[in-house]
Nanobody, 124 residues
Framework: QVQLVESGGGSVQAGGSLRLSCVLSVSGYRYSSYYMGWFRQAPGKEREGVAA???????TYADSVKGRFTISKDNAKNTLYLQMNSLKPEDTAMYYC????????????????WGQGTQVTVSS
């Protein structure tokens, strides 16, 4: 059984920072073997892949967040992070983490497991 729980969302002013966390609870499979990603979905818009991290630590980012967001993971804590700096109102969305133990899907939405999301609101 796999469970993903996000936290760290909130309301900030433009230019501020937030760090999202996602704890992966899994039995029978090593956390370090999971491909993981962060996604967001604003009202009326499609879900967007923000960042993803491979099992070897390589990363990919959406152009809209490059240089501002950083994805990382702590295998010892089974936790995925998204450090978000220089936040803009257009970053406002529900943020989700996702995981897949079988294949690298990058920033596509083809992940096997998803969290429930954490809301990020950026005011101007």
């Amino acid at each position: 059984q796999v469970q993903l729980v996000e936290s760290g969302g909130g309301s900030v002013q433009a230019g501020g920072s937030l760090r999202l966390s996602c704890v992966l609870s899994v039995s029978g499979y090593r956390y370090s073997s999971y491909y993981m990603g962060w996604f967001r979905q604003a009202p009326g818009k499609e879900r967007e892949g923000v960042a993803a991290i491979d099992i070897d630590g390589s990363t990919t980012y959406a152009d809209s967040v490059k240089g501002r967001f950083t994805i990382s993971k702590d295998n010892a804590k089974n936790t995925l992070y998204l450090q978000m700096n220089s936040l803009k109102p257009e970053d406002t969305a529900m943020y989700y983490c996702a995981a897949d133990p079988y294949s690298w899907v990058g920033r596509s939405c083809n992940y096997r497991y998803w969290g429930q999301g954490t809301q990020v609101t950026v005011s101007s």
